[in-house]
């Protein structure tokens, strides 16, 4: 089974997709944790990205494309019960070339998870995890959580209508409690824990 999952900066799909990993056996794909493993790593990709995702823009499509591509290739990935897409597809572009990456390598997309928070809540738990991880994400803060806001609403809220189109989409109350928000999950996949 492979899924994306939908929404914005801080509603909670790295929470979620942990919960996946461990109770479905998925790995997740998480391009702003692979975009952040190539700054640390000082890598020409990296390089280009670092000031692109401190401002709170979005790396181009071909970095990004071309990061995930590689990484559907490990072993890990081969070898796991599916993919959970967090953080991608961001724009159109990348929505079309997912479509081509996974033909291309005989995968399916089985489900797009919508999870649905309001803005006004958002800035509250961004502002939470800034606090509690110290600052080591450089975008965590407040003007640059309104940038990475506005820009989910211009390029990838559209995607909803994109999945939607498709007959994958499902939507889920992310303003709700964790477990709950897992349950929803699961039971939009038709999966139990
Ligand atoms: N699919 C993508 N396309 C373009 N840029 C991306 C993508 N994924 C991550 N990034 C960059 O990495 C930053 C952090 O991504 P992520 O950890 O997914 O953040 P968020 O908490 O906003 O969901 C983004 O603001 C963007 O600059």
Redesign the pocket.
Known sequence: MNIILL?????G??TQAQRLIDSQGMVQL???????AAVKAGTEIGLK?KA??????????E??IGV?SERLEQPDVQASSGVIF??????SA?AEALDGLLAEKGMTLDAVIEMQVPDELLVGR?EKRAAETGGT?A??NAA??KK?LA??HKDTAPLVEYYRGTGKLRTVNGDQPMDDVTAAILDALAVSA
């Not at 929404?7 to 509603?11: H, T, V």
């Not at 998480?30 to 952040?36: N, Q």
């Not at 692109?52 to 499509?61: N, Y």
């Not at 967090?86 to 724009?91: E, K, V």
């Open positions: 929404g914005p900066p801080g509603a799909k790295g998480s391009t702003g944790d692979m975009l952040r990205a692109v995702m401190d401002a709170g823009d979005l790396v181009s499509d970095i990004v995930v967090d953080g991608f597809p961001r724009t990348q961004i994400r975008d965590d640059t959580l990475r820009t989910y």
